[in-house]
């Protein structure tokens, strides 16, 4: 069995000779070198680490086997921390996705100057996370912000630094703000693989433009949609790093102290190495499932 | 009954600097099947999406069913059509495609199910309703993008070209299936094709049309005997008539008795109304022969060097390439037209 699949593989890749015997391996080399010194090696030392217990001044180290997880999964503030990454992530990958949506569905529907609105509408997507954070936080700045001034205008008080669920909305925005470039490509250019005929053909089968969009467009989309779920989930947990610490710092209290964000105070500020490492095994593990979930998905396609 | 009714009908594309229709008439009859045939570009998609309400008119006025619709949705025109690709919905089985339309309307789901029944066993699809249209082959889903019209029983039917996307001998089999259901159910109906053989079958009233605009109406056998203008000669009739060069065709209709042919008229003469005639007044060089069968084409050029000709002969008795055949023509089948409006000249009654 194994032999007739490695045929097949065999006969359906287009198979590419190297004269020299080491060239393929030369060539492959740099991208090898890179996983083992920026992956394989941090992750071995995660795995490593969090099974270890250390003093605060790096003296003593002893192995403690699985105590960091046990301690970890026992811990309140962790599980906060998990119960706060998952309404962000939610939070996130709704917001984008909605904004970017309905981005997607009007300039889908534009015919002058549509390169214009694409490019315009792009552009967010180049801006750094830790940019995009202090470019929001000068808005919503509860003294100089002008957002938090027009918010106070219309009778909110605004302030995220004592208010948790402002400060939620805060990185929210901000980190969302980026994404919904990235879903606005993703979207429109499924939009654009649909058929016009089809709509038309609903249109003379009586359905409205919002029923259109119902019962047509958006299960077409349905591939689209899921890979993009993926995708900002895996965002928002793993490089929303930079939007929380440059604006909220994880705070009021916990309120904003995601899991990545958790990771990195544990081990630089709480020089809690061993539960560091503990969490971003964790996280290696969610990170692991995604994309697996990812490729078992994407790679079937969903079906409709 | 419906008929439909183009009064002026315009269409200028914003920013085009030409009318893609300059102002277009039509009548078209209760129950008949009116076919729009014409060279890609020529116009007839434009004017059948303005029919169905997914074009604006630019100018003009559309009535189905004496009811003008210039500037009522789609869906509330009382017609349904057939995509060139069936634009069936490809996340909705069988059933779901054709009840998607009745429920719409909001119709009841038990009535619903009846008129998809009875569509369906009409079609013969009875077997796949509960199939997703990629499980089809291409005739099953030209079929369901029929049943998908016929259920909601419109006012007319629009045809956007239905048959080019199934193979040569489906096509012709899917002609006849169409023209028998179109008859029976009695329906108004405008089909548009580029082909024009699909045209000359189907067509109750044939509408030649050429840069937008109407180049003959009539009677598919009409246009045929007495094509209006080069253009309509040369587009209706397989192959397509012979034009001959100006002395060759003037000698050949001054033989014939017709005094007006000299110096200003163009003569024209199909392939199936050439035979062979020994010592006949034209003379052929062969250079290929196709045999279809019953007939034959036989491809050549007139000694006069400037006219290529076709023949289409029947019998077996054919030259090869290279040999010279004489061919004759009855001066009844010869067609002249004005050399420079390349209308038709109406004397050619010897």
């Known amino acids: 069995m194994a032999r007739l699949v490695a045929l097949e593989v065999h006969v359906l890749t287009k198979k590419v000779t190297f004269s020299h015997r080491w060239l393929p391996y030369l060539l492959v080399a740099p991208q090898i070198a890179i996983t083992l010194v920026f992956f394989i090696w941090p992750a071995s030392q995660a ?11 790096g003296l003593k180290t002893e192995y403690v086997g699985l105590a960091n997880f046990a301690k970890l999964f026992n811990d309140p503030l962790y599980l906060q921390s998990f119960y706060t990454t998952i309404t962000f992530s939610a939070l996130v990958a709704g917001v984008s996705m909605a904004v970017a949506l309905v981005l997607a569905v009007m300039a889908d529907r534009v015919v002058r100057q549509a390169t214009t ?69 993703f979207f429109l250019a499924g939009l654009q693989a649909i058929p016009k005929s089809l709509t038309e053909a609903a249109a003379i089968d009586g359905a409205g433009p919002l029923k259109r969009f119902v019962t047509i467009q958006l299960p077409l989309l349905s591939p689209t949609v899921f890979f993009l779920l993926v995708v900002n989930v895996v965002y928002a947990f793993f490089e929303t790093f930079g939007v929380v610490h440059a604006t909220t710092d994880g705070g009021p209290g916990q309120a904003t102290t995601i899991l990545v964000y958790k990771v990195w105070r544990d081990a630089f500020q709480g020089l809690n190495l061993g539960s560091s490492a503990a969490q971003s095994v964790v996280l290696m593990a969610i990170v692991i499932a995604l994309t697996a979930i990812q490729f078992r998905f994407i790679e079937r396609k969903v079906e409709y | 009954m419906s008929d439909i009714r183009l009064r002026n009908v315009r269409k200028v594309y914003p920013g085009a600097a030409e009318a893609t229709i300059p102002g277009l008439s039509l009548d078209i009859g209760a129950g008949e099947l009116c076919v729009l045939v014409g060279p890609s570009g020529c116009g007839k998609s434009t004017l059948l999406r ?5 074009e604006e008119v630019t100018d003009g006025e559309i009535n189905i069913a004496g009811r003008q619709v210039n500037d009522l949705e789609p869906a509330r025109r009382d017609i349904s059509m057939v995509f060139q690709n069936y634009a069936l919905y490809p996340h909705m089985t069988v059933h779901g495609n054709m009840a998607y339309g009745l429920k719409n309307r909001g119709m009841p789901k038990a009535e619903i199910a009846e008129k998809v029944g009875t569509a369906a066993r009409m ?27 016929i259920v909601r029983e419109p006012a007319a039917f629009l045809f956007d070209e239905p048959l080019s996307n199934l193979d040569a001998k489906l096509r012709v089999k899917t002609r006849v299936e169409i023209r028998d259901l179109q008859q029976r159910l009695g329906t108004t109906s405008i089909y548009v094709t580029h082909d024009q053989q699909e045209a000359m079958t189907l067509a109750d009233t044939l509408v030649v049309m050429n840069a937008g605009r109407v180049e003959q109406i009539g009677p598919p056998m009409e246009i045929y005997a007495r094509p209006a203008s080069l253009f309509v000669a040369g587009f209706i009739g397989s192959p397509p008539m012979n034009v001959l060069a100006p002395g060759t065709g003037a000698a050949l209709a001054t033989a014939a008795g017709i005094e007006r042919a000299a110096g200003h008229a163009v003569v024209g003469v199909r392939p199936e109304d050439l035979r062979a005639q020994p010592g006949g007044p034209l003379a052929v060089t062969v250079r290929v ?28 008795d054919l030259p090869g390439p290279g040999e010279v055949m004489h061919l004759g023509v009855n001066p009844a089948d010869l067609h002249l037209f004005d050399h420079a409006s390349g209308q038709r000249l109406e004397c050619a009654g010897a």
């Open chain 1, 117 to 185: 609105y694409r490019t315009l509408l792009i552009w967010p997507y180049a801006v750094a996370p830790a940019v995009a954070g202090v470019l929001w936080w000068f808005l919503f700045n509860p003294t100089i912000g002008i957002a938090a001034y027009a918010l106070d205008a219309l009778g909110y008080d605004w302030n995220h630094y004592v208010d948790g669920g402002d400060a939620m909305t805060l990185i929210v925005v901000a980190a969302s703000w980026r994404q919904v470039s990235y879903n606005f490509l």
């Open chain 2, 123 to 149: 079609l013969g699809l009875a077997d796949y309703l509960d199939r997703k249209p990629r499980q089809l082959s291409g005739g099953q889903r030209q079929r369901v993008a029929m049943g998908r019209a």
């Open chain 2, 289 to 316: 022969v196709e045999r279809l069968g019953a007939t034959a084409n036989v491809h050549g050029v007139l000694d006069d060097g400037a006219s290529e000709v076709i023949a289409s002969l029947s019998g077996t």
């Open chain 2, 50 to 54: 303005m029919v169905a309400g997914l």
């Open chain 1, 47 to 57: 795995l490593y680490q969090s099974v270890l217990r250390q003093d605060a001044f």
